[in-house]
């Protein structure tokens, strides 16, 4: 994903695959909003980059991982990142938490200099 457009397409892409896990209609939502909000960071902080997408079953559960990643600038300071209101870009500065807070699962790896994954779950 590259620009604005990427987002959409994002949110897109991981509605369908929550429906065909069968996601309940509140746990698409869930996905596809902490998605967005993980898809505009990679645009606007990391400069564009990759999502993969993985429908997950462990037996008795079905699941979709998301993992964003890009070769941007980092992330330095990764708990004041994570911290709601913290912003460098004029935003709320509630992506990240409200990403974790929609998820399962939330892992978010930085390298200042090298760039940033965020992995999401979110289960069935
Ligand atoms: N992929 C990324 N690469 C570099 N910095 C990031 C990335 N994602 C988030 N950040 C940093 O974390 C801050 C908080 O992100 P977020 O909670 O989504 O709030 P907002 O997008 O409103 O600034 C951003 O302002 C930015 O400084
Ligand atoms: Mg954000």
Redesign the pocket.
Known sequence: MRAGGDVVAVRQAVREWAVSIGFSLVDQTKIVTAAS??A???V????G?TLALEALNDGDRRGLRLT?E?G????ADID?????G??????????????RRLSNEFQ?E?RPGA??R?TITRWR
């Open positions: 909000e993980l505009r960071n990679t606007v902080y990391g400069g980059g964003f890009d941007g600038p980092g992330i004041q990142a994570m911290r709601d913290y912003t460098t870009g004029g935003g709320l500065g509630l992506g990240l938490g409200g990403a978010i930085s760039g940033t965020v």
